[in-house]
């Protein structure tokens, strides 16, 4: 361990301009406001507040925790498989992944402990009655296991422990694949919910975590750099490139992926599956899904990656954060049109669409979420900053 | 024979066929049926609309001692929702929720003429119950004895998968007890107490809904799932659930 740590040899005081404390200032309003408002939730009485209902019981606030928990695994992975692999260029992007990784995770949970009904119970109740057939027992346990992991290598990083980093972060990592496979099992493994039901999720989420872990790592290197007014050095543009080939390569895996699950449920017989896809194709979520899933979560990010054959930080850039604003749209239709058919569709008069609509509550614990995630960024790259240099280690 | 020559032959009609030829032509059109169709019979009709289709039910084993379940007599409903009432009162169930309901809807039987009908649904207290297996804490459990599907409500976390996985829609969330709530065939406020019908079962007044323990013979719930004419279906078969209530007609 070195024993000349220091704020100074950890900190980047340039990057406190007074356009990034006022970003951080209303980073912390964002959060400190969205939180409070789920807070408020908490104790009011989430119907209240949130718009979910007995029929629709998941609504944005899961789609949010997905589209974060989902984000975390793919820069943890990125990161392990760059410091693992020491010669992918990945590496020199492989710190600030990690700190991101914790940043995004630590969102995900400010978002599902404040949708969660009685979010204490599950910190006693998970330890003393486990149910192992459960997956959500399992992603909350591995992705509390995958948090513990990603500090305790972040703090090897930071003390430039790189054997200790290196073995956490793998342990970290696998603790993120079962959350996350776990995550899509959630939905691929309810019966009752044929839009959701079958083998792809898992490896859907999977797939999903490395595009948007891809374009978060390039959105906020981008943006650590013009925070810094400095240009990329090669080794930072190096593990760039690559960053977009592994966001090339995943988006195109989501179009074909997205194109066979579409056509699949349509082969099949079964009627709620069939309806809740057409609410997506042509239905009231048709524009969420051609214009945000389809074309600026997949195509247009694709195609810009192509054109510009990765050469291009900007272009890059404007990809990944396409693919994050796509991504979460796509979390949120799934979530959604997955509950739209009611169980007993067919009775009562019950319409084919039960509807869901945010509430403003809700939208502010997103915003909350959002929030943290930027607060972290900001913050860390002004208190960690050096330590997100390219790596010199390997 | 060619079709050709099988078009210019007269139709004998079925007038002169033989009841036990008529019989024995309709067992080959089941046996060919089930043979393509899979077993599911019925499976023209999207599956919840499948009447007679006995896929979901297995009449061999009984797992609990006494296994409850509710045979629903689905015709006789009237709507008098006596049952809900009944439930609200004996299980303190608050306005904005429900235990069980009863479903409705018109269906043609003609050109311009509808009839209404009615469907009790409640919950199904499956033999492979979707919610138990997704519960993080295992605040809702089968309860080894009865196979009822139950609440220990101070572990309930509120994460509502459990909602999202149940086909019957059965469970609401109870915001005083800060916990998912459901039917639990009334085992705490009456069958516990020695009460051998649930409060639903009780108010009928048209004797829907028979309760009872299908693991005995003499049970009313056992003879009238073993008659050998009696048609009986379960709801959403195709999840697998394994439900324990059954669904008839007359």
Redesign the interface.
């Known amino acids: 361990m070195s024993n000349n740590l220091s704020t100074g040899t950890l900190s980047e005081p340039r990057v406190a301009t007074p356009t990034v404390n006022t970003a951080t200032a209303f980073a912390i309003l964002f959060t400190v406001v969205g939180l409070g408002v789920g807070v408020y939730a908490m104790i009011a ?3 209240h507040v949130y718009a ?1 209902t ?2 629709v ?2 609504g944005i606030l899961i789609s949010t925790y997905a589209f974060f928990a989902i984000t975390s695994t793919g820069l943890c992975l990125l990161a392990a498989i760059g410091h693992l692999f020491g010669g992918t260029p990945l590496m020199h992007l492989g710190n600030r992944a990690v700190y991101l990784s914790i940043a995004t995770i630590l969102a995900a949970f400010s978002v599902i402990g404040l949708e ?4 204490w ?2 910190l006693i ?2 330890v003393i ?3 192992l ?5 399992w992603m ?1 346990t591995l992705y509390g296991m995958a948090v513990g992991a990603m500090f305790i290598e972040f703090f090897a990083i930071v003390t430039r422990q790189w054997n200790l980093a290196l073995a956490v972060g793998i342990m970290g990592a696998l603790a993120e694949v079962g959350a996350n496979t776990n995550l899509g099992a ?1 939905f691929a ?5 044929p839009f959701w039901y079958g083998a792809q999720l898992p490896v859907f989420f999977l797939c999903s975590s490395f595009a948007s872990g891809a374009a978060a790592i390039i959105l906020f290197t981008h943006l650590a750099y013009k925070m810094r007014g400095t240009d990329f050095d090669e080794r930072t543009f190096r593990g760039l490139q690559s960053a977009g080939k592994v966001l090339a390569l995943t988006l195109f895996l989501l179009v074909v992926a997205t194109a066979w699950r579409f056509i699949v449920i349509f082969t099949g ?3 709620m599956a069939m309806i809740a896809a057409n609410h997506l194709l042509k239905g009231k979520m048709a524009t969420n899904f051609w214009l945000f899933e389809v074309a600026i979560g997949m195509v247009f990010p694709l195609l810009l990656l192509i054109g510009t054959q990765m050469k291009n930080v900007p272009a890059m850039s404007i990809a990944g954060a396409m693919t994050l604003v796509g991504g979460f749209i796509q979390r949120y239709d799934l979530v959604v049109a997955g ?1 739209q058919v ?9 319409p084919s669409y039960l509807g869901y609509i945010p509430s403003i509550g809700e939208l502010l614990v997103v915003m909350g979420g959002i929030g943290v995630c930027l607060t972290l960024f900001l913050i860390g790259e002004r208190v960690f900053g050096k330590v997100f240099k390219p790596a010199e280690h390997h | 024979m060619k079709i050709d020559d099988l078009e210019k032959l007269k139709n004998e009609g079925p007038d002169t066929l033989p009841s036990k030829e008529r019989r024995k032509f309709l067992k080959w059109g089941l046996a060919v049926t089930g043979v393509f169709a899979g077993g599911a019979v019925l499976s023209l009709t999207s599956a919840k609309n499948v009447q007679g289709a006995l896929e979901g039910i297995k009449l061999k084993k009984y797992p609990y001692k006494p296994h409850y379940c509710m045979i629903i007599r689905q015709d006789r409903c009237v709507d008098c929702e006596k049952c809900k009432e009944a439930c609200v009162k004996t299980n303190n169930v608050p306005e904005y929720g429900y235990r069980t309901t009863i479903l409705e809807r018109e269906i043609p039987i003609g050109p311009d003429e509808k009839q209404r009908e009615f469907m009790p649904v409640l919950c199904n207290h499956c033999n492979h119950p979707p919610c138990v297996r997704v519960c993080p804490t295992r605040a809702t459990y089968k309860d080894e004895k009865t196979g009822i599907v139950m609440m220990d409500y101070k572990k309930c976390i509120g994460c509502k998968t459990c909602m999202a996985a149940c086909p019957y829609n059965a469970r609401y969330f109870n915001e005083e007890k800060r916990a998912i709530d459901k039917c639990n065939f009334c085992f705490d406020t009456r069958l516990s107490k020695g009460e051998k019908l649930t409060a639903c079962a009780a108010a009928c007044p048209a004797d829907v809904r028979i309760f009872g323990d299908l693991s005995d013979p003499e049970s009313r719930v056992y003879k009238l799932i073993h008659e050998p004419d009696r048609v009986v279906w379960v709801l959403r078969p195709e999840t697998g659930a394994m439900p324990n209530v059954y669904y008839t007609k007359g």
């Open positions: 009485g989430h119907h979910c007995r029929e019981p998941w969660l009904e009685s979010p119970r599950m109740y998970n009655s486990p149910n057939t459960s997956n959500i027992w909350g959630v493994t309810l019966s009752a919910r017989n079964n009627e509950q009611p169980v007993y569709y067919g009775w009562d008069d019950l």
